[in-house]
């Protein structure tokens, strides 16, 4: 049972533009996710995450929007740069113990 | 480099034969998680540690899996008797306590022909 999905295997942005990655959650206990970036041949880098007492988190470029009701979340990047190109996860934590990972959006910026 | 270590980065086994991955966590980090990947997945769970003690054991851990951390240091992973269906990347992640951020190694990645 996929508890962390994100439905687009990739996107593809100019670059400068916005980029925004999706993800969608059934379970309605989550109350905090994540978002990691992994490079080819690298293992995944926290990226950002946000607490479900909130609805955005900021960070630089990187801003991640929550909508509880929705069970959706989002990743938004701007501006976007070519060292962005990554496949990007959401995650949440099942307890304190592990993270459940969606199976990832491959963005590639085009310079 | 502070950072999670994992060795080795690549491991070709033949099938049926046992192989071993190590992973030294960021020293301070009393968390430690094995993560699976494989093809178009996410990192999947395997089991975690606090300490020296394993707390929890995912379903996909089977019989053939095991793991270890003696001293609450670096931790291993055993696989015996592999199958071509172990192929996938082998992550290690450390944690400390009270951070739900876990910080990933680059990964063994493992293939059995």
């Known amino acids: 049972d996929q508890q962390v999905k994100q439905n687009s295997p990739s996107l593809s942005v100019q670059e400068g533009r916005i980029s925004i990655l999706n993800c969608d959650y059934t379970?309605?206990?989550?109350?905090?996710f994540l978002w990691y970036k992994k490079y080819p041949a690298e293992g995944p880098t926290f990226l950002i995450s946000?607490?479900?007492?909130?609805d955005k988190n900021e960070d630089g470029r990187f801003t991640v929007f929550l909508n509880k009701s929705a069970k959706h979340l989002s990743l938004h990047i701007v501006p976007s740069q070519p060292g962005d190109s990554a496949v990007y996860f959401c995650?949440?934590?099942?307890?304190?113990?592990?993270?459940?990972f969606g199976t990832g959006t491959r963005l590639t910026v085009i310079p | 480099d502070t950072g999670v270590s994992q060795n080795p980065r690549h491991k070709i086994t033949k099938r049926g034969q046992n192989v071993t991955f190590r992973c030294d966590p960021i020293?301070?980090?009393?968390?430690l998680y094995w993560y699976r990947q494989t093809l178009g997945q996410g990192p999947e769970f395997l089991t975690y540690?606090?300490?020296?003690?394993?707390?929890?054991k995912s379903r996909l851990l089977s019989d053939r899996f095991s793991a270890e951390r003696p001293k609450g240091s670096f931790s291993t992973l055993e696989i015996q008797r592999t199958e071509q269906g172990d192929s996938a990347m082998y992550l290690c992640?450390?944690?400390?306590?009270?951070?739900?951020?876990?910080?990933f190694g680059q990964g063994t990645r493992l293939t059995v022909v």
């Open positions: 379970n309605s206990m989550f109350d905090y």
């Open positions: 540690f606090q300490n020296e003690a394993q707390l929890e």
């Open positions: 020293s301070e980090h009393n968390r």
């Open positions: 946000i607490s479900s007492i909130k």
């Open positions: 995650a949440a934590p099942s307890g304190a113990n592990n993270l459940f």
């Open positions: 992640a450390s944690s400390p306590g009270g951070r739900t951020e876990a910080f």
